[in-house]
T-cell receptor, first 113, second 112 residues
Framework: DTAVSQTPKYLVTQMGNDKSIKCEQNLGHDTMYWYKQDSKKFLKIMFSYNNKELIINETVPNRFSPKSPDKAHLNLHINSLELGDSAVYFC????????????FGSGTRLTVV | ELKVEQNPLFLSMQEGKNYTIYCNYSTTSDRLYWYRQDPGKSLESLFVLLSNGAVKQEGRLMASLDTKARLSTLHITAAVHDLSATYFCAVDNSNSGYALNFGKGTSLLVTP
């Protein structure tokens, strides 16, 4: 039983395309996140949703649009992909204020060619 | 903005030796986390430190937190090759919406 599952694991696509990454958690957590890990392994928060409400929207291009249909799902749609979007994208979830930590998905390696 | 600094960023050490990774953060934080990441893998939670003076140990790793100094340490005792990985510290607080702010990571290589 995977706690936080992301699909796809690998995504290779051409510049200009639109793609989506899906994330689901079965932990009953109330908050979900998208993080981006660049080629230097630096991890940065992109978005977070708490009970389907957008809480954090960091400075990312508006080509990136998160969508949370319910508190167990958080998807990431990317329009007009650029070479610089190549990275590993991690979904995560947590129970806010619980201090029990964050659980990460296995990551989606996006390569834009 | 909550900033997190780790050092060293790269560490090569011999098996059997001890070493400490340091993590400083810039503002009051509610909690501090240590994660391990193997190449091509996800982040594995190692420790969650919730209060000043907290110390947690798991095998050859021990983490501590000094909230007054805004410093956490990850101490490695008698390193073995299996500990080779990248280690991240991260903090969160209510001002950051409880999202994690990560350090740049410490790439650890343990050699025979």
């Amino acid at each position: 039983d995977t706690a936080v599952s992301q699909t796809p694991k690998y995504l290779v696509t051409q510049m200009g395309n639109d793609k989506s990454i899906k994330c689901e958690q079965n932990l009953g957590h109330d908050t979900m996140y998208w993080y981006k890990q660049d080629s230097k392994k630096f991890l940065k928060i992109m978005f977070s949703y708490n009970n389907k409400e957008l809480i954090i929207n960091e400075t990312v291009p508006n080509r990136f649009s998160p969508k949370s249909p319910d508190k167990a799902h958080l998807n990431l749609h990317i329009n007009s992909l650029e070479l610089g979007d190549s990275a590993v994208y991690f979904c995560a979830s947590s129970q806010t204020l619980a201090g029990s930590g964050y659980t990460f998905g296995s990551g989606t390696r996006l390569t834009v060619v | 903005e909550l900033k997190v600094e780790q050092n060293p960023l790269f560490l090569s050490m011999q098996e059997g030796k001890n070493y400490t990774i340091y993590c400083n953060y810039s503002t009051t934080s509610d909690r501090l986390y240590w994660y391990r990441q193997d190449p091509g893998k996800s982040l594995e939670s190692l420790f969650v430190l919730l209060s000043n003076g907290a110390v947690k140990q798991e095998g050859r790793l021990m983490a501590s937190l000094d909230t007054k100094a805004r410093l956490s340490t990850l101490h490695i005792t008698a390193a073995v090759h299996d500990l080779s990985a990248t280690y991240f510290c991260a903090v969160d607080n209510s001002n950051s919406g409880y999202a994690l702010n990560f350090g740049k990571g410490t790439s650890l290589l343990v050699t025979p």
